[in-house]
Each structure stands twice: as structure tokens, then as C-alpha cells.
């Protein structure tokens, strides 16, 4: 009987690491820096040995144990195979079979982490009690997560879920990270809201507190201008909510969820963007799925280790 | 062992059977009439009696038969029960449940028209050979059916491929069918694009081979008219592919599909309509997505009954 799964979820600069009950009970999280040095030769083995020195500390049986679930930033396909994490260092890696390996040959799956992310929410956070969802985050980037039937959805090029990479405005003259021009990241994003919020005060004479900032104004300072009844705070937030509604309307007629789930630090600013957003959604979405439930997200910076957990228990 | 399925594929005039083999060998096809008066009460009825009648016929052991998979014009959730199909005149129908009671407890399972028609595609025609595809069906309206790992991604309001209800330009003036605005229903149909094309002609003075036709323009006109070198129709089917192109490289950041395969009648413009749309959607799609190829679908009209029958095949 399965009664215990490790989470692992790798970020540039940590490792969280989370010892989960099968039933979704987080007994233990805990931390250990990502060495990324020499191509980041020393982050798998480095986690294996923290998962054996837990299996050994809480005197674990094996047997009891339903295997490793990690995720890393960068695509991964359905068999855990990685093809680029800059953050890491690493390149066509095959982490299921590498860890796996340092593991004696526990069970290990592998995901993307935006997309694991998305399957602790399902499993614990603001889609808890679904089998269908689609999550956005709003950090620094947009990320995204396709949960059908209880699973994460890959993609043929680990590019499932890549919805901040969604062509919004092909008439935008900015170009995106990626390359290509108006991506929904450049509209969506903290630094996204951020440069609408500069262009907004630049072609429009609205007095605004968020003069002030200059250039440092961030999408933190727009929502809080906003919650303050800021004129042109609330215009800027109507054109990232319009965007972001559209957006999440069109991804609805593809794989119609029963939940979608905001987060990321843009999230923070709470109700009110979720109820910016829902106004453009609801404008656009395909009439049966106008209600569809946006919540925000419910596990924060945990959401990846109990996604990666997760993995292990279909 | 099974070796035979059936595929039943209902539309609003007449019902298409197909017996198939489980390796996919298409045995025999045959259509009945659609009985929809009185709210359609013959209609599973009548297609009890024919697959019994084919079963009589051919002397198949029932214990070969692995079921009967059926689709209809309306949206259908994952337990295979009907919320409305206009054109039968059913309304909150439990298909599987009826179909099966008259067929003796047979294995019956339903889809949406659209939806099985891409899963037919997956196993016969356009997308052989992979488990995750976008079809888009370019007829009378748009209908779409999305695939991941082999399955029909029917959603929580059996709303799932739903694509034609894509709002890919909130500032359109007309209304959809659906209520809604700027659908790209509206604008990538075959009434879609006589509509883009009378919309051109009246606010352009391009001389056109497709002005003599006034109001009876068509798809099939435009198409036909590119083809001869005609500047007019060459920059409608420009503004078609760019809207289509687009909304299929927005929807490929959702689900990374291995293939997005294009069908319906507007389709039979061939190559020529590939290679317009390929090229916004090249332009759009995110990095990794750039070369999934977009593709003919192959079975025509018998797509319904072979993605009903496939059904029956997980």
C-alpha cells in the first residue's frame, strides 16, 4: 500500500522539495540550493540524496513509497524527456531516467513546471474537486498549465499550456522573448502590465498618482493606484483585463474546462483583477461556458511540489 | 475477441452507418433517413433496428462486436448524455443509456459530430498515426474537435473543440449565431468568408471577376477566382487565412497538438487554402509549434462514422 510521494520542484536558484501523504497531506517541505554549475551536473544527484536522507530521517518503507514527481523550468515531453532549461543549464535531458537511476529505480515523472504547477491546483488549491482545468500565472512571464481528464497535457513539443505565447496582437511592433510579436505575455505579465501602463501615460494626459514613479512603475503599483480609484490605473487594468478575458474566452472553446485558475504575484491584487477579467471573459466566451467558475490560485510557491507529487498518483 | 464496431453518424437529414473492422477496415456503409418528428422519438430506434438487421445479415457473433459508437449535431458530455440538437429535435437525450437499452445492453458510446469527426481523422485519415490533433471543420459554420492521448476532449459543457466560437475580433459589429461577436465562425465559414468577401468589394474599387456574381458570392466563388489570378480574391482569402492562421497558432499554445488537420467543404479548395493559413499561422505560433504541419483531412464525409466507431476502440 502507496501511503507516501515526493515532490520536487527546481527553480534557477532552489529546489523546493515537499514529502506529501498520498491523500494530498503535505507532512514535510524543505529546501536545498540548485547547482547550477558545470551544466548543473550536481542538481539531480544533489536531489536524490535529499530524498534518500528523508527516506532514512522518517524511517520510510520503500514499499510505501509511490515514487519522486519533479518539475523544471523548460519544456518536457510525456516521457520526461527535457529539451532546454536555461535556468538550469541543462539540454536534452532525460530526467525521468537519470533520476530514476540515482534512485535505485523509484518511479520518477517529470513535467514542465507551469504545468505542474497547474496539477496542484487541481489537486489541492483553487481547482481542487476538478478533472479539467486551465491555469494561468501572472509573474514575471505568463505560464500556463492544460489539465484533461485529471492529467497534465504536454504537448507533442512540450509546448502544452504555453498560453503566454499566444498571439493576442499580431499588429504589436514590440517583440515578445520568444521572438514573435504580441504575445500575450507582453500584455498579461507583471512587466507586461507594467509596459502597458507606461504607454497608456505617455499618449494620454489622464492625471494619475502613478506619474510619479517614472519608469519604475511595476503592475503591483498599477493595481494599487486602482484600489485607490486611480483614473487612469483603471483604464490600464481594462486593457490588460480585455486581454487577458479574450484570451482566456478563446482557450475555453478549446478544451472547455470546468475551472480556470489565476496565479502567479500578479494574482495578489486578488477579487478585483479577477473580477476585471471575468467582465471580458464573460463578453467573449462561448455561451455554455460564459459561468465557467475564475478563481485565483491556492497553493502559492507550493502549487509545484504538490503538482509534481501528483504525477505519481493516476 | 472483437473484430467488428460500429460507427453511426447522425445528421439532420439522414443517419450514416458504418461497419467497421477493430484494425480499422471500413466493411460495409449504408444510410437510413432521420426521422426527426415528433421530437425525434424514431430515430435511435430506427438505427436499434438497422444495426440488428446488419447483424442478422452479415451472422455476427455478438461477442465480436465491440459496441456501437454514435454522434449527433449538439453538444454531448464525457457520460455521452445530449443537452440540445437543434436539428433532431432532441433535448437532454442520455443517448448511450437509450441506444444501449435498445440494443440489448450493447456498449454504446456518443459524441458530438464535430468532436468524432477529428477522432476519425486520428485514425484514418489526415492525422493517422498520432494521439493529439486540432481538426477544424470549415463548412456551413466552423465545428472543431481537439484529441489529447487518443481521446475526444469533450469539456464540462460538452463544449470542448467548440473552435468556430473563438472570438477572434471583439470589435465586429455583426452578431454571431451564437449571440456572441466577432467569432471566427464569422469570418472563416463558408458564409464567413462571402461575408469578408462582399464586405471587400463594397469598400474596395479592385477590379474583380467576383463582382458579376453580386450577392450569390460564395466561398467556393473566391477560392475559384484566386486560383485564376484574381487581386480581389487574393486579399479576401489573405484576410481569411490571417484571421484563421492566427487563431490556430493561439490554439496550438493550448494542447502542442502533433497535427492540425483542416476539413469540411471549404476545405476542398485544396493545397492553395494550406498554404495561406500555414502562413500566419507560422508567423504566430509560438517557437516549438511553428512546424506542426496543417493538413487536408482525408475522410470526408465518413469521418463521423469512423471517429464514432474509434470510440468504442480505447
Not at 520536487?8 to 507532512?27: E, N, R, Y
Not at 500565472?137 to 499550456?161: E, M, N, P, R, S
Not at 511592433?173 to 507586461?192: K, P, R, V
Request: with cysteine.
Amino acid at each position: 500500500m502507496e501511503k507516501y510521494v515526493f515532490g520536487i520542484d527546481v527553480g534557477g536558484t532552489t529546489v523546493k522539495c515537499g514529502l506529501f501523504q498520498t491523500d494530498g497531506a503535505l507532512l514535510e517541505k524543505w529546501e536545498i540550493p540548485t547547482r547550477t554549475e558545470n551544466s548543473g551536473e550536481a542538481i539531480l544527484p544533489d536531489i536524490a540524496e535529499s530524498v534518500k536522507a528523508k527516506i532514512a530521517e522518517k524511517q520510510l518503507d520503500p514499499a510505501e513509497i509511490a515514487g519522486v514527481g519533479i518539475d523544471v523550468p523548460g519544456p518536457v515531453n510525456e516521457e520526461g524527456v527535457l529539451s532546454i532549461a536555461v535556468n538550469l543549464n541543462w539540454k536534452d535531458k532525460d530526467i525521468v531516467k537519470e533520476l530514476s537511476g540515482l534512485l535505485d529505480g523509484m518511479r520518477v515523472k517529470a513535467a514542465n513546471d507551469a504545468n505542474a504547477a497547474a496539477l496542484g491546483e487541481m489537486w489541492a488549491g483553487g481547482g481542487k474537486g476538478t478533472r479539467n482545468l486551465i491555469m494561468v500565472t501572472l509573474g514575471t512571464g505568463v505560464g500556463g498549465g492544460i489539465i484533461v481528464d485529471g492529467k497534465i497535457v504536454a504537448g507533442a513539443h512540450g509546448a502544452g499550456g504555453e498560453i503566454g505565447h499566444a498571439c493576442v496582437d499580431p499588429e504589436e511592433e514590440t517583440a515578445c522573448n520568444c521572438g514573435n510579436h504580441g504575445c500575450l505575455e507582453q500584455m498579461a505579465s507583471a512587466t507586461g502590465i507594467a509596459r502597458l501602463a507606461k504607454k497608456y501615460l505617455a499618449n494620454n494626459d489622464t492625471p494619475s498618482s502613478l506619474r510619479s514613479r517614472g519608469d519604475s512603475i511595476s503592475a503591483k503599483a498599477v493595481f494599487d493606484a486602482l484600489k485607490e480609484g486611480d483614473q487612469a490605473a483603471s483604464e490600464i487594468v481594462e486593457e490588460f483585463s480585455e486581454y487577458l478575458g479574450n484570451a482566456l474566452a478563446i482557450f475555453s472553446c478549446v478544451i472547455d474546462p470546468e475551472v480556470i485558475v489565476i496565479g502567479g504575484g500578479v494574482s495578489k491584487a486578488g477579487q478585483i483583477l479577477i473580477d476585471g477579467v471575468k467582465k471580458y471573459y464573460q463578453r467573449d466566451a462561448f455561451v455554455p461556458c460564459k459561468e465557467t467558475p475564475i478563481v485565483l490560485a491556492g497553493l502559492g510557491n507550493d502549487a509545484g511540489i504538490y503538482g509534481a507529487a501528483r504525477m505519481l498518483l493516476d
